[in-house]
């Protein structure tokens, strides 16, 4: 490969999630999930933000797939919303639900765009949650259900599954710290969560497999290198516990180790109930892993009243005192993570293929004379593909790359406060806008290369 030539078959795309951009959210029989329960609680999400319309793309999905074509897109990873399917979490499929997602595959198909399918990116039926969430075991056989509806329709013609996206943020955000649906605070509500949302993966995998010979099926995790922010011996064993707690808590069972030691000495009673096979159930093998990766874990060792699990996370102002860049998040940029994540999964777990499922970055986006001028995000993704390239030239088995996101959407807690698409979104007259860096990335999938922004 030349320097900075990608592999002729390596896939570029853009990602987005049902709640972020659909709106619709009571139209053609959905119900309530439970984003929109605790987006409508006060309080919760900034300036009161909700999703009932986000990016209507529920009614503007044929216009924002030709956006993808004009930008050369070859892949787009969405998400299906589950209370647009099994409006109460199970029962008889909502057929307009399944009618919307039939004639979005086909669109992008007709593009020549592949689908990467996300069956869970945290819109759980609020019905669901009234009988516990997550939390609840019967929410597993309620998710291979909904799998099986989703795929019986569309697995005829979708080749790429992810079970999960993220489950460390719909288990720990959710129901530990309480700052995602459905609020909850508590550890062991959490830990039980998490065990659930990984069972509910292994036991999707084989349904998902089931409608067509080559179906590739796998999960996304958010992952974070953990880097202690000083040589002292504490502070390496804070960045450890990180590395538990944010990576190997997942990586461990998916890949057959069960759950790490450490973090079962350190959570002790508030460990989950574990039935027998389950652990067997969670290692089904997978075709890829997916990796959202925005910025590395550099920490520093505190006290159990700071924080239990005994580290934190250095502050932005001490990283950009340390000459990193800092994006709107708060997030320091720093792409050499990547690089040292993805040799690391390699290392260590050593799965079939990866895909960066998520990669980008939100900055204070503005239109001027009806363009927006973002050279940062360019950058951001210019430098997160060379540590990219350099995965790929030390053998890591990298397949693709999504940024996140095609286009500006509702940001979770941060409500529209936050923007991280290529395309820019007037909210109020839902008028696209391609942002520079979305020119530029066109260039990039064009040439199969990186090119200067």
């Known amino acids: 490969m030349a320097l900075t030539t990608f592999p002729d078959d390596f896939v570029w795309g853009t990602a987005t999630a049902a709640y ?7 139209e053609d029989g959905r119900a309530p999930s439970i984003w929109d329960t605790f987006s409508h609680t006060p309080g919760k999400t900034f300036n009161g933000d909700t999703g009932d319309v986000a990016c209507d793309h529920y009614h503007r999905w044929e216009a924002d797939i030709k956006l993808m074509q004009d930008l050369g897109l070859q892949a787009y990873r969405l998400s299906i919303a589950w209370p647009r399917i099994l409006p109460q979490g199970t029962g008889q499929p909502n057929v307009q639900g399944l009618d919307f997602y039939d004639r979005l595959v086909d669109g992008l198909l007709a593009a020549n765009i592949t689908p990467f399918i996300t069956l869970y990116h945290w819109d759980l039926p609020q019905a669901l949650q009234d009988r516990g969430g997550w939390a609840n075991r019967e929410t597993v056989d309620a998710f291979v259900e909904y799998a099986d509806a989703v795929v019986g329709r569309l697995g005829d013609r979708v080749t790429h599954w992810i079970t999960h996206n993220e489950p460390w943020c719909a288990g720990f955000l959710g129901h530990y710290m309480g700052v995602h649906a459905p609020g909850i605070t508590d550890l062991k509500t959490a830990l039980q969560a998490t065990h659930h949302l990984l069972l509910s993966h292994g036991r999707a995998v ?3 497999r089931s409608a067509r010979a080559g179906a590739q099926v796998g999960i996304t995790l958010n992952l974070s290198p953990s ?13 450890k516990r990180a590395d538990g707690f944010f990576n190997r808590w997942f990586l461990d069972p998916l890949y057959g180790r069960g759950y790490p030691e450490d973090m079962q000495e350190l959570f002790g009673e508030a460990l989950p109930q574990i039935e027998a096979h389950d652990l067997d159930i969670i290692a089904t ?3 890829f892993l997916g990796v959202n990766f925005y910025f590395p874990a550099v920490v520093r060792a505190v006290g159990p009243e700071v924080n239990p699990l005994g580290g934190e996370q250095r502050s932005a102002d001490e990283a950009a005192a340390e000459g990193r860049e800092i994006t709107a998040m708060g997030w320091e940029v720093n792409p050499d993570g990547l690089r040292d994540l993805l040799v690391r999964l390699q290392h260590d777990y050593q799965p079939k293929a990866i895909y960066i499922t998520e990669n980008g970055a939100a ?7 009806g363009a927006v001028h973002d050279p940062r995000r360019s950058a951001y993704i210019q430098s997160h593909l060379e540590a990219s390239h350099q995965a790929l030239t030390s053998g890591v088995p990298l397949r693709g790359y999504f940024a996140w996101s095609l286009m500006d959407n509702f940001e979770w807690a941060y409500g529209y406060a936050k923007r991280f ?5 007037d909210y109020g007259t839902q008028e696209r806008i391609l942002k520079d860096s979305a020119l530029w990335y066109k260039r990039v999938i064009a ?3 990186l090119v200067e922004p």
């Open 363 to 369: 900055f204070e986006d503005q239109v001027v004379d």
């Open 20 to 26: 972020q951009i659909e709106g619709a959210v009571d």
């Open 206 to 208: 084989p349904v998902l």
């Open 227 to 239: 880097y202690p922010v000083s040589d002292s011996p504490a502070d390496a064993e804070a960045a």
């Open 447 to 449: 040439e199969n290369a």
């Open 285 to 287: 093998p997978t075709d």
């Open 421 to 425: 698409g290529l395309i820019y979104v």
